[in-house]
């Protein structure tokens, strides 16, 4: 087969003791699911879960023990940051039960979503699509996945992020508003879920902004960390 012009790469994740990569298919993020960061956005209780894409080449690959670099982006004077545990899926389908969702998974990575909190907040209030603040290019780093074999009690493991060496974000897994099979169930009833689908699965509060030379570093116990320079 040719093409008019030779495709791009397929992005990729290393996996944490195989020589083989994790090939991305698309990226998924669900939007408010801790409690906190709902309540400091505005929102209570238990709303649906709800959920954006981002394009797969807008992952930043960062191998374990490396800083990351990641481009301060245009059009924004506020970007701000989002850990966030990641689901790998293995295996896909369509309507996965919540009791069935393990099965589904390959693998547990550290992810930012970054975000241009301005032109998010702009197309709001327009009532217009908020992808500019969301999907743009190096918006989502990721560090290596761990395959879910190594991973212990991802339901209640500590996530954090500090920058510059200082706390932002502290939490735990288990405060998800929607638990990881939770999610997993909502998001294959809407779309049918494939092998490389990465589920970006919620920031915990103290989201806040960065510039040009921060240093980001967070993690998710048992899973790792994910370092990043903002340049």
């Not at 899973?223 to 990043?228: A, E, Q, R, S, V």
């Amino acid at each position: 087969m040719s093409y008019v012009f030779t495709p791009p790469a397929v992005p990729s994740v290393p996996v944490v003791g195989r020589s083989e990569r994790f090939p991305i298919h698309r990226i998924y993020c669900v939007g408010r699911n801790y409690v906190e960061h709902a309540q400091e956005m505005g929102f209570t209780g238990r709303e649906p879960p709800f959920f954006f894409l981002k394009p797969a080449d807008t992952a930043v690959v960062v191998s374990a023990g490396e800083t990351g670099s990641m481009d301060y982006p245009t059009l924004t004077s506020n970007l701000h940051h989002e850990i966030e545990l990641v689901v790998a899926i293995g295996t896909g389908g369509r309507n996965i039960k919540a009791a069935d969702a393990k099965k589904h998974i390959f693998g547990y990575g550290v992810g930012l979503d970054m975000t241009r909190r301005d032109l998010q907040g702009d197309m709001k209030k327009q009532g217009r699509p908020w992808c500019i603040g969301k999907a743009f290019e190096q918006s989502s780093p990721i560090g290596p996945i761990t395959p879910a074999e190594q991973v212990g009690d991802v339901e209640n493991a500590e996530i954090w992020l500090q920058v510059n060496g200082k706390d932002r974000q502290r939490s735990n897994v288990s405060k998800l508003i929607w638990n990881i099979g939770e999610t997993i169930e909502h998001l294959s009833a809407a779309w049918d879920l494939a092998p490389g689908d990465l589920i970006y699965s919620g920031t915990p509060e103290g989201v806040a902004a960065v510039a040009k030379g921060d240093v980001l570093e967070g993690g998710v116990a048992g899973i790792g960390t994910l370092k990043l320079r903002i340049a």
